[in-house]
Nanobody
Framework: QVQLVESGGGLVQAGGSLRLSCAAS????????MGWFRQAPGKEREFVAR????????YYADSVKGRFTLARDNAKNALHLQMNSLKPEDTAVYYC?????????????????WGQGTQVTVSS
């Protein structure tokens, strides 16, 4: 079983930056991809970004492309999401997830393991 723990959320002014981290433990090596989703109050969980574990290929939602960047820390078995130029619409609980399935991995249903989430609030 895979355990995922997110950290790094907080309150930031619009235009600022935050760096989210996801620490993974357990059976992480068979994972095909790890990604980030977010969910605002009253909204469905939506895809943010993902990275394939083997080759580091990244894919971003159009809403965050050019502002958010994924990075792996293989030594610590961690995944980071650098978020720059934050906007109020980025406000949400951000979740780290892992999937063992080989796919584009942009849909919630494609992921097998989830963290508890970390709150990101962007003020205007």
């Amino acid at each position: 079983q895979v355990q995922l723990v997110e950290s790094g959320g907080g309150l930031v002014q619009a235009g600022g930056s935050l760096r989210l981290s996801c620490a993974a433990s357990g059976r992480t090596s068979p994972s095909y991809a790890m990604g980030w989703f977010r969910q605002a109050p009253g909204k469905e969980r939506e895809f943010v970004a993902r990275i394939t574990v083997w080759d580091g290929n990244t894919y971003y939602a159009d809403s965050v492309k050019g502002r958010f960047t994924l990075a792996r820390d293989n030594a610590k078995n961690a995944l980071h999401l650098q978020m720059n130029s934050l906007k109020p619409e980025d406000t949400a609980v951000y979740y780290c997830a892992s999937t063992i399935r080989g796919s584009l991995a942009t849909r919630e249903g494609e992921y097998d393991y989830w963290g508890q989430g970390t709150q990101v609030t962007v003020s205007s």
